[in-house]
Every structure is written in C-alpha cells, then in structure tokens.
Nanobody, 115 residues
Framework: QVQLVESGGGLVQAGGSLRLSCAAS????????MGWFRQAPGKEREFVAT???????NYADSVKGRFTISRDAAKHTMYLQMNSLKPEDTAVYSC?????????WGQGTQVTVSS
C-alpha cells in the first residue's frame, strides 16, 4: 500500500503563488507515474498535471505556463508550484500515484484564490 498526504494548500489572492506537496509513504513510488487533479464545488474532478517516473510532464491547457510539477525521488515527494493563480483555480487538489493496477489517491488539500 501507498499512502499519499498533500499539504501546502490555503487562501491566496489572485496573482499569488502556492506550492503543494504530496508525500508518499508505505512503499517506494519511484516507479510510479504521479499526478495532480482538482475538483471545484459542483464540478467533476479534472486533470491538472502529471509526471512520469522518468520525469516527463504533461499539463492541462488551463494551467500550462503557470503551474510546474516536479518530484524528488529521494524525499518520495511530488510538488506542484502554482503561480499567477486565478479564482477559477479554486478547488480541492489531490495527488495520485499509479503503476499498473495500483492506483492511489491522497485526501486532498483546499486551494482558495480570492479575487
């Protein structure tokens, strides 16, 4: 089993920045692809960004150029640097780790961007 714990969410004004962290424990995730997803009130969960075990990244068009996903294998942690935040980025952000049939989710961290 893999446990994922997110941190770093909070309240920020539009134009501000936050850095989310996703700490993995229980089993090494070095071979796992990982990603960030978000769910706003009344909306379905949506893809934000992913990073493969090899470090390749992919972003949703809505965050491209503003968000940066990264991972530190030694710390078993994934990050999401979020810059130029907009009110429409307000959501619960959850991290995900997947490898084959194994698919794990964290509990999520709230990000609120005020206008």
């Amino acid at each position: 089993q893999v446990q994922l714990v997110e941190s770093g969410g909070g309240l920020v004004q539009a134009g501000g920045s936050l850095r989310l962290s996703c700490a993995a424990s229980g089993r090494t995730v070095s071979n796992y692809d990982m990603g960030w997803f978000r769910q706003a009130p009344g909306k379905e969960r949506e893809f934000v960004a992913t990073i493969t075990s090899g470090g390749s990244t992919n972003y949703a068009d809505s965050v491209k150029g503003r968000f940066t996903i990264s991972r530190d294998a030694a710390k078993h942690t994934m990050y999401l640097q979020m810059n130029s935040l907009k009110p429409e980025d307000t959501a619960v952000y959850s991290c995900n780790a997947y490898y084959g049939r194994n698919n794990y989710w964290g509990q999520g961290t709230q990000v609120t961007v005020s206008s």
